[in-house]
């Protein structure tokens, strides 16, 4: 099994593509090993190696965030630990229902989050995705649209240029009504 790196905009978060489907649908993203604790026994692992504070599963790949030290020192063991798992044949989550969030807008809205949620699909999630993260909707109101940024892309030092520069921009020439994109 070879298993290919890759580097985010985010250099404390690494992007590791197995070649192989990791979730069959959404994402899931861990920030604690008691998060990932009877979850997912891939990122429960992952936690066990010194110095991951994160860990984010995407549909192709598995994003992992350190806290301290270099990746020439922390990628082997991680490396090990997803061949380990894949070859091991036990699945990567063990509940495989995803928990559905709540969004916050008002019902009069509806049409205008349909468009902003359709927009972050089709445009904004391909290219967070390649990134190593995931970025999703929580809200509409009054004219501020909430999203919630993760993997690698939470605690990113330029996630705030995407969020101003690129994703409001995007939102803002399609739908009137959004006046600002904010993090939650």
Same mark, same amino acid.
């Given at each position: 099994?070879?298993?290919?790196?890759?580097?985010?905009?985010?250099?404390?978060?690494?992007?590791?593509?197995?070649?192989?489907?990791?979730?069959?649908?959404?994402?899931?993203?861990?920030?604690?090993?008691?998060?990932? #604790?009877? $979850?997912?026994?891939?990122?429960?692992?992952?936690?066990?190696? +010194? *110095?991951?504070?994160?860990? =984010?599963? %995407?549909?192709?790949?598995?994003?992992?965030?350190?806290?301290?030290?270099?990746?020439?020192?922390?990628?082997?063991?991680?490396?090990?630990?997803?061949?380990?798992?894949?070859?091991?044949?036990?699945?990567?989550?063990?509940?495989?229902?995803?928990?559905?969030?709540?969004?916050?807008?008002?019902?009069?809205?509806?049409?205008?989050?349909?468009?902003?949620? #359709?927009? $972050?699909?089709?445009?904004?999630?391909?290219?967070?995705?390649? +990134? *190593?993260?995931?970025?999703? =909707?929580? %809200?509409?109101?009054?004219?501020?649209?909430?999203?919630?940024?993760?993997?690698?892309?939470?605690?990113?030092?330029?996630?705030?240029?995407?969020?101003?520069?690129?994703?409001?921009?995007?939102?803002?020439?399609?739908?009137?009504?959004?006046?600002?994109?904010?993090?939650?």
């Amino acid at each position: 099994m070879f298993i290919q790196t890759e580097m985010t905009p985010n250099p404390a978060t690494l992007k590791f593509l197995p070649g192989r489907t990791v979730l069959e649908e959404g994402t899931r993203e861990f920030l604690t090993s008691d998060d990932a #604790e009877g $979850i997912s026994p891939l990122a429960a692992r992952l936690f066990e190696v +010194d *110095g991951v504070t994160a860990v =984010f599963l %995407g549909s192709d790949f598995v994003s992992v965030t350190k806290d301290r030290g270099d990746w020439e020192s922390l990628k082997p063991p991680v490396l090990g630990v997803i061949m380990e798992h894949f070859l091991s044949g036990q699945p990567v989550l063990s509940d495989e229902r995803l928990v559905a969030e709540d969004e916050d807008f008002d019902d009069a809205d509806k049409e205008v989050v349909t468009t902003i949620k #359709e927009l $972050i699909e089709t445009r904004v999630r391909p290219a967070v995705a390649n +990134d *190593g993260g995931d970025i999703t =909707f929580k %809200g509409f109101r009054d004219g501020v649209v909430y999203l919630k940024m993760q993997g690698a892309c939470s605690g990113c030092p330029s996630a705030t240029a995407t969020l101003r520069h690129g994703i409001e921009n995007l939102l803002k020439h399609f739908v009137p009504e959004v006046q600002e994109v904010q993090p939650v």
